[in-house]
């Protein structure tokens, strides 16, 4: 429970069938964890001049982490090969379960049922941002803002009818380059929280070495445990996240 967390009262509620939940973590969280040393010297070799990108990327996770769409906004990470985009989306993914993440492509939103892979799903990861001249542009945007924009969506799924809900999704999108979808209002622009990782690094293999080696936990060590705690902490004290706002030339921008 964040708001007792954040007052430093008991904050953990015992199991119950009176609480129904469609996402869960696969670890126990673990508040007396040391500082996540090999995470925070990690994001230091992508943005060591660059504060505002690692602040924008810390609110991200504790965005990602609430059951809040309200910021309706997008993640794109954009720089070369091995700049570590790899590993932020591993922690990630970690840090709040792969049972909670969807791997759509961009041209997978176009398809009939592309919105279908994304129901009860927190996280869409989008990990190589490519546009054939095949695909539906108009389209993918389109479902870019909806789903972003926390509208509701008439959602085909094979072999059962359709149904009408609002996704909780959160899309993250990895590239080399900026991928050119055509939106002539610019809304889709204003979505996008850019943050570029332009030094080619081998330091995220340490991390996820380092989380691998950790036998506390299976999927996720004790240091992304205690950042899990970390972030929650930081958006239930600042609910206006300012992930949304303009985080510097330097490496990030909105």
């Not at 049972?99 to 799903?121: C, E, I, M």
């Not at 149904?163 to 899309?171: D, K, N, V, W, Y």
Request: hydrophobic share 45%; aromatic share 6%; glycine share 6%.
């Amino acid at each position: 429970h964040v708001p007792s967390f954040i007052q430093g009262g008991p904050c953990f509620l015992p199991p119950t069938p009176r609480y129904f939940t469609t996402t869960a973590l696969p670890y126990d969280v673990d508040l007396s964890a040391p500082a996540p040393r090999e995470w925070l010297a990690f994001l230091q070799t992508i943005w060591a001049d660059d504060a505002e990108s690692i602040e924008a990327l810390r609110r991200w996770f504790g965005y990602v982490l609430l059951p809040d769409t309200s910021e309706q906004k997008i993640l794109m990470l954009v720089g070369p090969k091995r700049s570590g985009k790899g590993t932020i989306s591993r922690i990630l993914t970690a840090v709040i379960g792969k049972q909670n993440v969807a791997g759509p492509t961009l041209a997978s939103l176009s398809d009939r049922f592309g919105l279908s892979q994304l129901l009860d799903k927190t996280l869409a990861v989008i990990a190589d941002a490519r546009l054939s001249g095949r695909s539906d542009a108009a389209v993918i945007a389109e479902r870019l803002l909806a789903v972003s924009g926390e509208d509701a969506q008439s959602i085909d799924r094979k072999n059962l009818s359709p149904i009408t809900c609002t996704l909780p999704t959160r899309f993250m999108v990895m590239t080399n380059e900026t991928p050119r979808i055509a939106d002539s209002s610019g809304a889709l622009a204003s979505r996008f929280i850019i943050l570029r990782t332009a030094i080619s690094t081998r330091a995220g293999c340490l991390v996820i070495a380092a989380a691998k080696a950790d036998s506390k936990t299976r999927v996720s060590s004790t240091f992304i445990i205690r950042h899990m705690a970390w972030i929650a902490l930081t958006c239930a004290a600042r609910p206006a996240i300012c992930v949304v706002s303009n985080v510097g030339s330097s490496g990030g921008e909105s």
